[in-house]
């Protein structure tokens, strides 16, 4: 199969859609398959030898890692030309922004049918637009109209997870298919922990890792709230914060209002290869999101063999398994994540639990889905 895929996020950008895309594109790649990446980036290009083909975009002015493509790109023939050029027989859009409507013209111009995956909780990222209430709901009205028009245009709707179904299943007559994004597990099963202890300088002590975006709707400042509270009852453990993102500086203004800068360590960005090391130097993962549509570092840290302790919210409950592979905790209530936090970190004997549940989202397995999906409309 030939398909076309168009995301208005993509390197060096990096989140969770982008982790799904390079997941999925591994593996489909190796079966034989070929991919045609539609993308913003720093200018007009045809990577034709990698099958990229980027579009000018600017940095979003609230968070600079991601860039949007010029309006006036949609009037232009080029993307009609090359999808043309390419003989696809799927588009699969990733985005219902710019990047996405690139993907329905597309689709009607050719008809080639088209297909979309629901990745991430808009609305709550509306804040990122105005900080007025009565403006972030006149956004959310207006997303909720957009993604009705967006998705009649769709042959097949994908959501990674019963969650993410459950919030758009109103928004469409259609059906919504589950797909997780699936992982590498041979990669996540082994790491040199100590390897990244001596990167950060933490020789002993319990280590709570954080993986993903810092971004307000991840729910951090929870964990700055709860640290005192785990600190009494463990007054060695380390808070290592994995990622980068536009609530870095507050977040690190609260630890130092908190005087625990001795409990938190901020790696900034770490490389992919590096990843599975500071799963495996840590004791417990800790993640009070509210806004996974899946929450693919906590299967990561689950194949590394890492209970999981977090939000009783949304996709998180379908992962954590509540007293098995992890525990689950009140979203809003730091006084439950600290506890539920030292119970993991006395607890013991939950790894091969954890690795085993990580087994059902395989990369392997979710591509067997997601190929089957797509060779349903052809």
Same mark, same amino acid.
């Given at each position: 199969?030939?398909?076309?895929?168009?995301?208005?996020?993509?390197?060096?950008?990096?989140?969770?859609?982008?982790?799904?895309?390079?997941?999925?594109?591994?593996?489909?790649?190796?079966?034989?398959?070929?991919?045609?990446?539609?993308?913003?980036?720093?200018?007009?290009?045809?990577?034709?030898?990698?099958?990229?083909?980027?579009?000018?975009?600017?940095?979003?002015?609230?968070?600079?890692?991601?860039?949007?493509?010029?309006?006036?790109?949609?009037?232009?023939?080029?993307?009609?030309?090359?999808?043309?050029?390419?003989?696809?027989?799927?588009?699969?859009?990733?985005?219902?922004?710019?990047?996405?409507?690139?993907?329905?013209?597309?689709?009607?111009?050719?008809?080639?049918?088209?297909?979309?995956?629901?990745?991430?909780?808009?609305?709550?990222?509306?804040?990122?637009?105005?900080?007025?209430?009565?403006?972030?709901?006149?956004?959310?009205?207006?997303?909720?109209?957009?993604?009705?028009?967006?998705?009649?245009?769709?042959?097949?709707?994908?959501?990674?997870?019963?969650?993410?179904?459950?919030?758009?299943?109103?928004?469409?007559?259609?059906?919504?298919?589950?797909?997780?994004?699936?992982?590498?597990?041979?990669?996540?099963?082994?790491?040199?922990?100590?390897?990244?202890?001596?990167?950060?300088?933490?020789?002993?002590?319990?280590?709570?890792?954080?993986?993903?975006?810092?971004?307000?709707?991840?729910?951090?400042?929870?964990?700055?709230?709860?640290?005192?509270?785990?600190?009494?009852?463990?007054?060695?453990?380390?808070?290592?914060?994995?990622?980068?993102?536009?609530?870095?500086?507050?977040?690190?203004?609260?630890?130092?209002?908190?005087?625990?800068?001795?409990?938190?360590?901020? %790696? =900034? !960005?770490?490389? *992919?290869?590096?990843?599975?090391?500071?799963?495996?130097?840590?004791? &417990?993962? +800790?993640?009070? #999101?509210?806004?996974?549509?899946?929450?693919?570092?906590?299967?990561?840290?689950?194949?590394?063999?890492?209970?999981?302790?977090?939000?009783?919210?949304?996709?998180?409950?379908?992962?954590?398994?509540?007293?098995? %592979? =992890? !525990?689950?905790? *009140?979203?809003?209530?730091?006084?439950?994540?600290?506890?539920?936090? &030292?119970? +993991?970190?006395? #607890?013991?004997?939950?790894?091969?639990?954890?690795?085993?549940?990580?087994?059902?989202?395989?990369?392997?397995?979710?591509?067997?889905?997601?190929?089957?999906?797509?060779?349903?409309?052809?």
């Amino acid at each position: 199969m030939k398909i076309a895929w168009f995301t208005d996020t993509w390197l060096p950008t990096r989140d969770g859609v982008v982790t799904s895309l390079l997941s999925f594109k591994d593996e489909i790649e190796k079966r034989g398959n070929e991919i045609y990446l539609f993308v913003p980036g720093k200018s007009d290009k045809d990577d034709f030898d990698n099958r990229i083909f980027y579009y000018r975009a600017k940095p979003f002015r609230k968070y600079p890692n991601y860039r949007v493509a010029r309006i006036r790109s949609l009037f232009g023939s080029r993307t009609k030309k090359l999808i043309g050029k390419m003989d696809i027989d799927i588009i699969h859009s990733h985005s219902p922004v710019l990047m996405g409507v690139h993907g329905v013209i597309a689709s009607h111009y050719h008809s080639i049918p088209l297909v979309f995956t629901y990745h991430t909780f808009l609305g709550d990222s509306v804040y990122l637009l105005s900080s007025s209430p009565p403006i972030q709901h006149a956004a959310r009205k207006l997303l909720r109209t957009w993604l009705k028009w967006y998705f009649r245009r769709c042959s097949g709707i994908i959501a990674p997870s019963r969650a993410a179904r459950g919030e758009i299943k109103e928004l469409t007559d259609g059906e919504i298919e589950i797909i997780p994004t699936g992982i590498d597990m041979e990669r996540f099963a082994h790491g040199d922990g100590k390897k990244a202890r001596d990167e950060i300088g933490v020789e002993n002590g319990k280590i709570i890792l954080h993986v993903g975006r810092i971004v307000k709707e991840k729910n951090l400042d929870l964990m700055v709230e709860a640290a005192p509270l785990l600190l009494e009852k463990i007054p060695d453990a380390i808070f290592v914060i994995v990622g980068e993102g536009p609530h870095a500086d507050e977040l690190k203004q609260k630890v130092r209002d908190a005087s625990l800068e001795n409990n938190f360590i901020f %790696t =900034g !960005f770490v490389e *992919d290869e590096k990843l599975p090391d500071y799963y495996h130097a840590a004791d &417990i993962f +800790a993640f009070p #999101s509210k806004y996974e549509t899946q929450g693919i570092v906590a299967v990561e840290a689950m194949a590394a063999g890492l209970p999981v302790v977090a939000a009783n919210v949304r996709s998180l409950p379908e992962i954590v398994e509540n007293g098995k %592979t =992890g !525990f689950l905790f *009140d979203a809003d209530d730091a006084h439950d994540f600290a506890e539920k936090m &030292i119970v +993991a970190l006395d #607890s013991g004997g939950m790894g091969e639990e954890a690795r085993k549940a990580a087994g059902r989202y395989s990369i392997q397995k979710c591509t067997d889905m997601l190929l089957s999906f797509y060779e349903g409309f052809l």
